[in-house]
């Protein structure tokens, strides 16, 4: 058994997938491992570690947009960008390993875009665990995400999620805000996309955070708190008071990046802080 | 007499959202409409949820009235004339310049708006188109408008706003025209149906023209390029009321019981092709007599249980008349509607995953529509097993007395309805918790009357 061990991200995962079919151990000879999941080596393996080859795995991507569709190429790349929990990492198959032998199998068919339907496939399977967690989250983040304004008229948001999302979230926000300047910045990857009013995004790494940025806003941004805040605690039936359904609908770690949950106690209107 | 005081747009913003919250629908689902480079907005097809209130209700539109003025006296409203509350009204660039910074913050989807009848239905359905024409061609908003036709307005209102709202919405409010008579006798089925028959033939007349035209420009595009059809659709053509129209309905304020209020239902989505009927559960805010008082609360789990045979019928192609019927007029309160139907109807079970069709898999408890097409697309390459089933989203815990994958059962278990109900029942997802903990004083009472 041949394991190339590749980088997490889409582009160490094509890669691999790259290596694994030009080497021609044959895929049943070949496993894919993520370096990060690598704590301890089997016997009778050779194992060896893929670079990251950016034209490689563009070759992999332009094959695979052509063969699947961009909806399942789009889903593969969800699932890459998925976050694992290290108790999940351990007891599943290994993401790169996953999504490798459903490109096998997707290739194989006539019709690639089919490929997700095969459910009973444990590969596929995981791909679609994995896409779904990141699809849905980014979908919760496209309403839980909320902008300031800054003093120069930039709008900013900061999120903590679990999947790399960031780039779908900008894509849906370009769309949105074509006219306007915005940053989402994911502080747990320390990543930025940064949109200038009428051009495309771009995605920016801050390796210092963007904390001296974000401090200062417009005399306006208080002023729109204040008027969401009244209209957030003016909408709710009182008959209906139901805490528990709030969790379950809008779970807790979204709240410290919104600010109708800033005050930290949802019955006082009257607490505002920035 | 009046007094007129300037009031500050926080205080006008609190009473008018206070006096539009016991509306329900706050969805801005049904139409997918991309940004156009040029202004603010877009909107997605299955809808975006931006909070929770602490009630537990999504909040996805700035949901607010016009005016909370009114000079009708239906009993139930907060805002009838004759009650004491305060009153306010916002201009149409108040609410324009609401929506606008809210929406670029990323607080709200759209604007929800709806308005008591200042003056008259017609002077009131002018403010708000005068709002919304306002909104759509001053502030270039793109984004989702869901808005209330205002019964007894002049067609001819109600139409060119529909030009510029995504959703309109008409309440029905109370499920027969009696109800309605004693409650709110300023409406009427009459002027309730007359523009909501309006506005589903308008919506079917600008499907047809945009078909006719999109054909057109189709066979151009095919014609002059290299065959790739582009997005054909012209973005200027106006489009009528695209995420179609909805209603709602209060529960529990009149003696109705569910088989009336479903039956309403499903004859307004055959009939009048509405996209969705809300429920709500009554409120009692304004204590007149008419009312029924309601000391525990209002009717949540009957709500919950009506929404459940509501998505019945819009998903799961079942009846109203398989559901209830005039000797069982009201839904079992402990068991949800469909496994309340599988116990009755254990001859259909049961059911084979890997042969079953489309439409009896769906009649499965525990089988979501969802997990249906998967079922259907995933057993073309394999025999599927429990465990598969478990991963596709199956909920076995349901499901297990009616399946069988390669013919074998998951466990030993009777097909026997007592046998079934019992461990159905112990299934504590039956209830829903939050209404199994705030109000369950009030489901023993009401099981007495019912079961």
Same mark, same amino acid.
């Given at each position: 058994m041949?394991i190339l061990i590749c980088e997490h991200s889409?582009?160490g995962i094509?890669?691999g997938i790259?290596?694994?079919?030009?080497?021609?151990?044959?895929?049943?000879?070949t496993e894919l491992a993520l370096s990060c999941n690598l704590n301890s080596y089997q016997?009778?393996c050779?194992?060896?570690?893929?670079?990251?080859?950016?034209?490689?795995?563009?070759?992999?991507?332009?094959?695979?947009?052509?063969?699947?569709?961009?909806?399942?190429?789009?889903h593969l790349c969800e699932a890459i960008s998925a976050y694992e929990s290290p108790s999940a990492r351990r007891r599943s198959i290994d993401k790169a390993e996953a999504v490798y032998k459903t490109v096998v199998l997707?290739?194989?068919?006539?019709?690639?875009?089919?490929i997700l339907?095969q459910l009973g496939n444990p590969y596929v399977n995981r791909v679609f665990q994995l896409s779904r967690s990141t699809f849905n989250e980014?979908?919760?983040?496209?309403?839980?995400?909320?902008?300031? @304004? #800054? &003093?120069?008229?930039? %709008?900013?948001?900061?999120?903590?999620?679990k999947n790399d $999302?960031? /780039?779908?979230?900008?894509? +849906?926000?370009?769309?949105?805000?074509?006219?306007?300047?915005?940053?989402?910045?994911?502080?747990?990857?320390?990543?930025?996309?940064?949109?200038?009013?009428?051009?495309?995004?771009?995605?920016?790494?801050?390796?210092?955070?963007?904390?001296?940025?974000?401090?200062?806003?417009?005399?306006? @941004? #208080? &002023?729109?708190?204040? %008027?969401?805040?009244?209209?957030?605690?003016?909408?709710? $039936?009182? /008959?209906?008071?139901?805490? +528990?359904?709030?969790?379950?609908?809008?779970?807790?770690?979204?709240?410290?990046?919104?600010?109708?949950?800033?005050?930290?106690?949802?019955?006082?209107?009257?607490?505002?802080?920035? | 007499?009046?007094?007129?005081?300037?009031?500050?747009?926080?205080?006008?913003?609190?009473?008018?959202?206070?006096?539009?919250?016991?509306?329900?629908?706050?969805?801005?689902?049904?139409?997918?409409?991309?940004?156009?480079?040029?202004?603010?907005?877009?909107?997605?097809?299955?809808?975006?949820?931006?909070?929770?209130?602490?009630?537990?209700?999504?909040?996805?539109?700035?949901?607010?009235?016009?005016?909370?003025?009114?000079?009708?006296?239906?009993?139930?409203?907060?805002?009838?004339?004759?009650?004491?509350?305060?009153?306010?009204?916002?201009?149409?660039?108040?609410?324009?310049?609401?929506?606008?910074?809210?929406?670029?913050?990323?607080?709200?989807?759209?604007?929800?708006?709806?308005?008591?009848?200042?003056?008259?239905?017609?002077?009131?359905?002018?403010?708000?188109?005068?709002?919304?024409?306002?909104?759509?061609?001053?502030?270039?908003?793109?984004?989702?408008?869901?808005?209330?036709?205002?019964?007894?307005?002049?067609?001819?209102?109600?139409?060119?706003?529909?030009?510029?709202?995504?959703?309109?919405?008409?309440?029905?409010?109370?499920?027969?025209?009696?109800?309605?008579?004693?409650?709110?006798?300023?409406?009427?089925?009459?002027?309730?149906?007359?523009?909501?028959?309006?506005?589903?033939?308008?919506?079917?007349?600008?499907?047809?023209?945009?078909?006719?035209?999109?054909?057109?420009?189709?066979?151009?595009?095919?014609?002059?390029?290299?065959?790739?059809?582009?997005?054909?659709?012209?973005?200027?053509?106006?489009?009528?009321?695209?995420?179609?129209?909805?209603?709602?309905?209060?529960?529990?304020?009149?003696?109705?019981?569910?088989?009336?209020?479903?039956?309403?239902?499903?004859?307004?989505?055959?009939?009048?092709?509405?996209?969705?009927?809300?429920?709500?559960?009554?409120?009692?805010?304004?204590?007149?007599?008419?009312?029924?008082?309601?000391?525990?609360?209002?009717?949540?789990?009957?709500?919950?249980?009506?929404?459940?045979?509501?998505?019945?019928?819009?998903?799961?192609?079942?009846?109203?008349?398989?559901?209830?019927?005039?000797?069982?007029?009201?839904?079992?309160?402990?068991?949800?509607?469909?496994?309340?139907?599988?116990?009755?109807?254990?001859?259909?079970?049961?059911?084979?995953?890997?042969?079953?069709?489309?439409?009896?898999?769906?009649?499965?408890?525990?089988?979501?529509?969802?997990?249906?097409?998967r079922?259907?697309?995933a057993?073309?390459?394999t025999?599927l097993t429990f465990a598969d089933l478990k991963k596709i989203g199956v909920?076995l815990?349901?499901?297990?007395?009616?399946?069988?994958?390669?013919?074998?059962?998951?466990?030993?278990?009777?097909?026997?309805?007592?046998?079934?109900?019992?461990?159905?029942?112990?299934?504590?997802?039956?209830?829903?918790?939050?209404?199994?903990?705030?109000?369950?004083?009030?489901?023993?009472?009401?099981?007495?009357?019912?079961?």
């Amino acid at each position: 058994m041949h394991i190339l061990i590749c980088e997490h991200s889409i582009d160490g995962i094509f890669s691999g997938i790259y290596e694994a079919y030009a080497r021609r151990y044959g895929h049943r000879n070949t496993e894919l491992a993520l370096s990060c999941n690598l704590n301890s080596y089997q016997l009778f393996c050779e194992y060896e570690e893929i670079p990251v080859a950016e034209a490689k795995s563009r070759k992999v991507s332009n094959t695979l947009r052509a063969r699947f569709g961009s909806e399942v190429y789009s889903h593969l790349c969800e699932a890459i960008s998925a976050y694992e929990s290290p108790s999940a990492r351990r007891r599943s198959i290994d993401k790169a390993e996953a999504v490798y032998k459903t490109v096998v199998l997707g290739l194989s068919l006539a019709d690639g875009s089919k490929i997700l339907d095969q459910l009973g496939n444990p590969y596929v399977n995981r791909v679609f665990q994995l896409s779904r967690s990141t699809f849905n989250e980014a979908h919760h983040l496209l309403g839980f995400l909320r902008f300031s @304004e #800054l &003093e120069n008229g930039i %709008l900013f948001a900061r999120i903590h999620p679990k999947n790399d $999302v960031l /780039a779908l979230l900008a894509d +849906h926000f370009t769309d949105r805000l074509p006219l306007e300047n915005f940053i989402i910045y994911d502080q747990v990857r320390k990543i930025a996309a940064v949109h200038k009013s009428g051009s495309n995004y771009m995605l920016a790494e801050v390796p210092n955070g963007a904390d001296d940025y974000a401090k200062h806003y417009s005399d306006q @941004e #208080l &002023e729109y708190r204040r %008027l969401w805040l009244a209209f957030f605690h003016s909408i709710a $039936v009182e /008959a209906r008071k139901n805490l +528990h359904l709030q969790g379950q609908n809008l779970p807790k770690r979204f709240r410290p990046d919104m600010v109708e949950f800033h005050s930290d106690s949802s019955d006082h209107p009257a607490s505002l802080k920035l | 007499m009046q007094i007129t005081q300037e009031m500050s747009l926080i205080e006008k913003l609190h009473i008018l959202t206070d006096a539009a919250k016991y509306d329900v629908a706050c969805t801005s689902s049904g139409v997918d409409r991309g940004g156009n480079g040029k202004s603010m907005g877009n909107c997605l097809a299955p809808g975006v949820c931006h909070s929770f209130s602490s009630d537990g209700r999504c909040i996805s539109l700035l949901k607010i009235l016009f005016t909370n003025e009114c000079i009708f006296n239906c009993s139930y409203c907060l805002n009838n004339c004759n009650n004491d509350v305060k009153r306010a009204s916002f201009t149409p660039e108040e609410i324009c310049t609401l929506t606008m910074e809210f929406y670029r913050r990323n607080y709200i989807e759209g604007l929800f708006l709806s308005s008591g009848i200042l003056i008259s239905p017609n002077y009131t359905m002018d403010l708000i188109y005068q709002t919304l024409y306002r909104l759509r061609h001053v502030h270039h908003f793109n984004g989702y408008i869901h808005v209330k036709a205002i019964p007894g307005a002049d067609p001819v209102l109600v139409e060119q706003t529909g030009f510029l709202a995504d959703r309109m919405s008409i309440n029905l409010e109370l499920p027969t025209s009696e109800s309605l008579h004693r409650l709110a006798p300023y409406k009427s089925r009459k002027t309730i149906l007359k523009p909501m028959r309006q506005i589903q033939n308008r919506i079917q007349q600008n499907k047809y023209a945009l078909l006719e035209q999109n054909r057109g420009t189709l066979c151009r595009t095919v014609g002059h390029e290299t065959g790739e059809v582009s997005s054909a659709r012209n973005p200027q053509a106006p489009r009528f009321v695209p995420a179609g129209q909805s209603t709602q309905m209060i529960i529990g304020a009149t003696p109705e019981n569910d088989f009336q209020v479903m039956s309403v239902a499903e004859g307004l989505y055959q009939n009048f092709g509405l996209k969705r009927v809300f429920y709500s559960a009554f409120v009692n805010v304004t204590n007149n007599t008419n009312l029924p008082m309601l000391p525990q609360g209002p009717p949540l789990l009957r709500e919950h249980r009506l929404y459940q045979a509501d998505w019945l019928l819009r998903y799961y192609h079942f009846q109203v008349s398989e559901l209830l019927s005039e000797e069982r007029p009201d839904f079992n309160i402990y068991l949800d509607p469909k496994c309340d139907w599988a116990l009755r109807h254990l001859e259909c079970f049961p059911v084979e995953i890997n042969q079953a069709e489309y439409r009896t898999l769906l009649r499965v408890p525990g089988i979501g529509y969802k997990s249906a097409q998967r079922i259907l697309q995933a057993r073309k390459h394999t025999a599927l097993t429990f465990a598969d089933l478990k991963k596709i989203g199956v909920v076995l815990k349901r499901a297990l007395y009616f399946i069988t994958c390669g013919g074998k059962m998951m466990y030993r278990t009777k097909l026997e309805e007592d046998y079934i109900c019992r461990n159905l029942i112990g299934d504590r997802s039956q209830i829903p918790r939050e209404i199994r903990q705030s109000s369950y004083q009030q489901l023993s009472l009401f099981d007495l009357g019912h079961v």
